[in-house]
């Protein structure tokens, strides 16, 4: 059974950076797409950011982009997500989530997920 644990997220001001990283519990992330959701209260889940098995194609949220970076290390079966200029519509809980197909934005289309873990972005 593979597990995807999500570090703890935290508050931060706006403005701020924190940094997000999900383990798998095995060897796993290697050959799987990685991504990262979030989803805010009263709101349907979104996509952020997802990065290729190689780690050599990303693609962001148009809401994220140029502010997040999503990056993997194979060798320690880890991926995280860099947030920087975090603004209060930050705020949500984030996941992290695996699938075997090429990167997607499609949440359906991932079939592992990560317990998810709150960010909250103060004003």
């Known amino acids: 059974q593979v597990q995807l644990v999500e570090s703890e997220g935290g508050l931060v001001q706006a403005g701020g950076s924190l940094r997000l990283s999900c383990a798998a519990s095995?060897?796993?992330?290697?050959?799987?797409?990685m991504g990262w959701f979030r989803q805010a209260p009263g709101k349907e889940r979104e996509f952020v950011a997802a990065?290729?098995?190689?780690?050599?194609?990303?693609y962001y949220a148009d809401s994220v982009k140029g502010r997040f970076t999503i990056s993997r290390d194979n060798a320690k079966n880890t991926v995280y997500l860099q947030m920087n200029s975090l603004k209060p519509e930050d705020t949500a809980v984030y996941y992290c989530a695996a699938t075997a197909l090429a990167p997607t934005t499609v949440a359906d289309e991932y079939d592992y997920w990560g317990q998810g873990t709150q960010v909250t972005v103060s004003s």
């Open positions: 095995r060897l796993f992330l290697s050959r799987n797409t």
């Open positions: 990065i290729s098995w190689s780690g050599r194609t990303t």
